[in-house]
């Protein structure tokens, strides 16, 4: 809320041996990380692996077990109301009201925190002229893309100094969520930090630095070209038109470590160390075209976020539970 | 023998927007088909004409055989249908979510406890039976809840986002049991945000405002469009050229 840069010597988010329990279910166990100045950083898993929980802690709606965490310097159990005046956050769930116009939201949010839409209109302003055309409509009559920016709006116009998105794609279409991506590429180059979750794998390559996140335990933090190099497997990707039957056939293969559908492709990961990728790739042409494929077509490939989040999370337990 | 879904210019108004406009596309038995777009572009209104929740202004449907405007509760007895909102009773049990659909699609009780075993077998879900389904993780969630859809042997499943949000091992999990079912002869009429997912369909169709704009199967759309992979051709067919906002809202 201030023009002046606030002056603190560590990062705008730490995160520090943060867990939470609800009854038996542990939704958060252990989890650290920190969020640098200027940086958009990436909070990838599934539905259920405890990135609401967590957004709630951050944001003071929430008290952790055990662990700490400040933003922007503060403590967030002690220092709650300051908290809240300063962090720009969007929930999960739609939280605009809906019987009330584009602009009345905007209002609204801008008033809560005694400010208003003029004061905001820098930084919301690349968001907001793709909505202002539709600033009479009520909220409940947006398309998902366009609620989904009007909610970021709502988030930014009392000029936060951190933002906190939940899921902000969810049920989104593809070219929509490129498209809020690049927005909050926008946003970040104004140096704003940001902390985004999704469950989208294929979004952790527009963050700079991703946690990656399952059962409320944290696989990996880095930047994702890094967690995508420290994949520990050859891997190879195969093509065949008859792609159950390659799947089979793959698997069958004594020296499968993994077999996953990659859309047109399928990822093989071999589990042998010590041996060249393309010496892997001749021996499955032999094989698969032994098995009766006529139109293999086998490249060895780098990781993706996506083999990695899989290679580390490895088989998912049907019941998560601890101890009573 | 009639296709499992046979649409023949299907359209729906709602005053002067039509959401659905003149669509037609025939679905073979046992074939998984692939229904996209954008949002707003009209699937959930299409979707909601072909398991008769909604009246068509125009044009015919067919589903399982059956006309979806003058055999409504026919179709919905033939069919199965999870989203990804409604799916299972959170607070039942696994074993209660089974007996209570099984009862509701007219299962004997005979049938309800064999297919219902059957189930719990298949997803090895033997250890959580007793267990309230909010205790299950999202993807086990979707497994069964698919497995309760596909309960009463339907002609036709409706799946509706089926793997938002789940895992990315359990995503694939859940698309072999796709296969498994339309192997066995169903008929798998599907919704996704992912591309990916796109490409283990048969065929696909791409809606854009109201429309059909591109349908095939995976490798003819890529063809047509003379693009690499299906998420190029969404771009083009959602986002023409020189367009950076939508279209509509």
């Known amino acids: 809320m201030t023009d002046q840069p606030v002056q603190r010597s560590g990062s705008p988010l730490e995160v520090r041996g943060i867990s939470r329990r609800f009854e038996e279910t542990v939704a958060l166990a252990d989890v650290s990380f920190d969020v640098k100045a200027g940086e958009l950083f990436g909070l990838v898993g599934p539905d259920g692996a405890g990135k609401t929980t967590l957004f709630r802690i951050l944001t003071t709606l929430l008290v952790p077990d055990s662990g700490s965490a400040k933003v922007l310097g503060l403590d967030v159990v002690r220092d709650l109301w300051a908290i809240r005046a300063r962090v720009g956050y969007m929930p999960g769930r739609f939280s605009l009201y809906p019987d009330l116009s584009v602009e009345e939201n905007l209002s609204f949010f801008a008033?809560?925190?005694?400010?208003?839409?003029?004061?905001?209109?820098?930084?919301?302003?690349?968001?907001?002229?793709?909505?202002?055309?539709?600033?009479?409509?009520?909220?409940?009559?947006?398309?998902?893309?366009?609620?989904?920016?009007?909610?970021?709006?709502?988030?930014?116009?009392?000029?936060?100094?951190?933002?906190?998105?939940?899921?902000?794609?969810t049920g989104v279409d593809a070219v929509s969520r490129r498209e809020f991506w690049d927005l909050l590429g926008t946003l970040k180059a104004s140096g704003l930090p940001i902390l985004a979750s999704t469950a989208y794998m294929d979004e952790a390559t527009r963050c700079d630095r991703v946690a990656l996140i399952q059962q409320g335990h944290v696989l990996a933090v880095d930047p994702p070209a890094a967690i995508a190099a420290r994949y520990p497997h050859p891997l190879i990707a195969v093509h065949a038109n008859e792609r159950h039957k390659l799947i089979q056939a793959l698997r069958d293969y004594p020296h499968a470590k993994s077999v996953y559908p990659f859309g047109d492709e399928i990822h093989y990961s071999d589990a042998r160390t010590g041996i060249a990728p393309d010496n892997i790739v001749q021996e499955l042409r032999a094989y698969l075209t032994g098995r009766g494929f006529t139109d293999v077509r086998a490249n060895s490939i780098p990781a993706g976020v996506e083999d990695a989040f899989m290679e580390l999370m490895g088989q998912p337990e049907p019941v998560v539970k601890v101890a009573a | 023998m009639t296709a499992a879904i046979d649409v023949k210019?299907?359209?729906?108004?709602?005053?002067?927007?039509?959401?659905?406009?003149?669509?037609?596309?025939?679905?073979?038995?046992?074939?998984?088909?692939?229904?996209?777009?954008?949002?707003?572009?009209?699937?959930?209104?299409?979707?909601?004409?072909?398991?008769?929740?909604?009246?068509?202004?125009?044009?015919?449907?067919?589903?399982?055989?059956?006309?979806?405007?003058?055999?409504?509760?026919?179709?919905?007895?033939?069919i199965g249908y999870m989203s990804q909102r409604f799916s299972l009773y959170e607070d039942l049990t696994v074993r209660e979510n089974i007996t209570l659909y099984g009862g509701i699609y007219g299962l004997t009780d005979a049938e309800i406890r064999d297919r219902g075993e059957a189930l719990i077998r298949e997803l090895h879900l033997e250890s959580s039976s007793a267990e309230r389904v909010e205790s299950l993780p999202l993807g086990w969630k979707q497994k069964l809840a698919f497995s309760v859809a596909m309960l009463h042997q339907p002609a036709v499943v409706f799946l509706d986002e089926p793997t938002g949000g789940v895992d990315p091992i359990t995503r694939r999990q859940f698309w072999e049991m796709i296969y498994t079912v339309a192997e066995r002869g169903t008929t798998v009429f599907v919704t996704t945000h992912y591309l990916d997912e796109a490409e283990y369909c048969d065929r696909i169709s791409i809606m854009v405002d109201g429309r059909i704009a591109a349908m095939g199967t995976p490798i003819e759309v890529k063809q047509k469009f003379g693009a690499a992979t299906l998420d190029e051709v969404f771009v083009r067919l959602v986002r023409p050229a020189g367009t950076q906002t939508p279209q509509h809202t």
């Not at chain 1, 366009?146 to 009392?158: E, P, R, S, Y």
């Not at chain 2, 037609?24 to 949002?39: C, I």
Request: glycine fraction near 10%.
């Open chain 1, 111 to 169: 008033s809560v925190f005694g400010t208003s839409i003029d004061e905001g209109r820098a930084i919301i302003a690349p968001i907001y002229q793709q909505i202002e055309p539709f600033k009479d409509r009520r909220a409940g009559a947006l398309s998902g893309g366009m609620k989904q920016k009007l909610a970021l709006c709502c988030a930014l116009v009392h000029r936060p100094e951190i933002l906190f998105l939940d899921e902000p794609t």
């Open chain 2, 9 to 78: 210019d299907l359209t729906r108004r709602f005053g002067s927007f039509t959401a659905v406009d003149s669509i037609s596309f025939d679905v073979r038995q046992g074939e998984v088909f692939g229904f996209l777009g954008a949002n707003g572009a009209g699937k959930t209104t299409a979707t909601k004409m072909l398991i008769g929740l909604l009246a068509p202004t125009s044009g015919q449907a067919s589903v399982a055989g059956f006309d979806v405007s003058t055999r409504a509760d026919d179709v919905r007895r033939h």
